[in-house]
């Protein structure tokens, strides 16, 4: 295996999975992320809004946190966050101000995505990559709320 596929936006949208995944059986609303930093995951998180009681607990809050706490540093402009959905506006504006380089992120959130605004939220050097998982991310999503509804 060489070291592109080794460390590849999916391998990295998988292990925001596996995160995902830790949510949906503790109950929350299915999202993972991965902070990535020079092919070294630095942070990861998943939502924890009910496990914290906390409407901010967002997977990408958590990481983003995470990673700043191992870098010693609030700027996250070197890194690249992976998420398995897309942000909500109050994550696109905390990722704006960490200056992060790169998203990518799975499913579009189409109820609630930073993408629906018409202004771009995110800071101007920040790379966008999408629909890197989203079939698996918005199956995941769909069983969360299917199940909720039963």
């Not at 070294?40 to 990673?67: F, P, V, W, Y």
Request: glycine share 6%.
């Amino acid at each position: 295996m060489s070291m592109d596929s080794l460390y590849s936006d999916e391998y990295f949208m998988r292990e925001a999975m596996k995160e995902a995944r830790k949510a949906f059986d503790l109950g929350e609303v299915p999202v993972g992320a991965v902070m990535v930093c020079q092919n070294k995951i630095i942070g990861r998180a998943h939502n924890q809004t009910e496990q914290l009681t906390d409407s901010t607990a967002h997977a990408e809050m958590l990481a983003i946190t995470a990673a700043s706490h191992f870098l010693g540093s609030k700027y996250l402009n070197e890194c690249t966050l992976y998420v398995t959905l897309e942000p909500c506006v109050m994550c696109a504006g905390a990722l704006h101000w960490v200056q992060l380089q790169k998203l990518v992120f799975g499913a579009k959130d189409v109820q609630r995505g930073y993408s629906l605004i018409e202004k771009n939220l995110l800071h101007p050097k920040t790379e966008v990559s999408s629909g890197v998982g989203a079939v698996e991310s918005k199956e995941l999503l769909n069983q969360f709320f299917a199940k909720l509804r039963e």
